[in-house]
């Protein structure tokens, strides 16, 4: 009877620990999936631009990460006859500075007629 009521005890104790410890990693988990900020930046763009390009390589060396892209065509023409793509990239990224910064240098790139971006949301 000493032996199994020995037993027992260990048992309960290695589900106590085990228990502690995935509550632990829980908590943990949630933490650093809450670090990332989403927002949505909208650009036009000269169809006949070879900037997309340009822009995804340069959110990309930015450390910012594209979770969407989305490519649309603007039946309107602007004031050059040259058709207007609509672009709508949706960014991950853990700090503000890296995604302002990412966002001013896009205004520099050839063939973007607009940027506009979208709240923050976390």
Known sequence: MGFL???AGRRNVTTSLVV???????KLTKL?????????VRIRMEKT?????HILTH????GLQIDK???DSEDRTDLQSNCVVIIHVQLKFKKLRKYEEAIAALVDIEG???L???GLSV
């Open 5 to 7: 009521s020995s037993y």
């Open 20 to 26: 502690i410890s995935l509550f632990a990693l829980n």
């Open 32 to 40: 650093f999936a809450r670090t990332k900020q989403v927002c949505e």
């Open 49 to 53: 631009s070879s900037g997309l390009g």
């Open 59 to 62: 959110l990309n060396r930015s």
């Open 69 to 71: 892209l989305t490519v």
């Open 112 to 114: 973007i007629i607009g």
């Open 116 to 118: 506009e971006t979208a």
